[in-house]
Nanobody, 124 residues
């Protein structure tokens, strides 16, 4: 059974940084894409970034481009999301998802496995 576990969330002041981690276990897929999404209260889940396990190619949402960096450590089955220059509008629950079809898009549609989420709160 595929499991994803996020960690690293917390409370940070505007302008600060956080690094989220997503540990993947139980996967038997030869390749996949890990996506980071976030959901604020009353809003739809928004794609933040995604990265291909095999190619390492990364894509970012418009609102985080230049501030967030996604990376992978295949030896540790872990994907990180380094977040810098955080803004109050970045406040949300952050989820990682696994897309076994490796489509490399920031829509939730192809992601069939999800973690439980980690809260990120940015104070002004």
């Amino acid at each position: 059974e595929v499991q994803l576990v996020e960690s690293g969330g917390g409370l940070v002041q505007a302008g600060g940084s956080l690094r989220l981690s997503c540990v993947i276990s139980g996967s038997t897929f030869d390749d996949y894409v890990i996506g980071w999404f976030r959901q604020a209260p009353g809003k739809e889940r928004e794609g933040v970034a995604c990265i291909s396990k095999s190619k390492g190619s990364a894509y970012y949402g418009h609102s985080v481009k230049g501030r967030f960096t996604v990376s992978r450590d295949n030896a540790k089955n872990t994907v990180h999301l380094q977040m810098t220059s955080l803004e109050p509008s970045d406040t949300a629950v952050y989820y990682c998802g696994l897309d076994p079809s490796s489509v490399e898009i920031l829509s939730t549609v192809p992601y069939t496995y999800w973690g439980q989420g980690t809260q990120v709160t940015v104070s002004s």
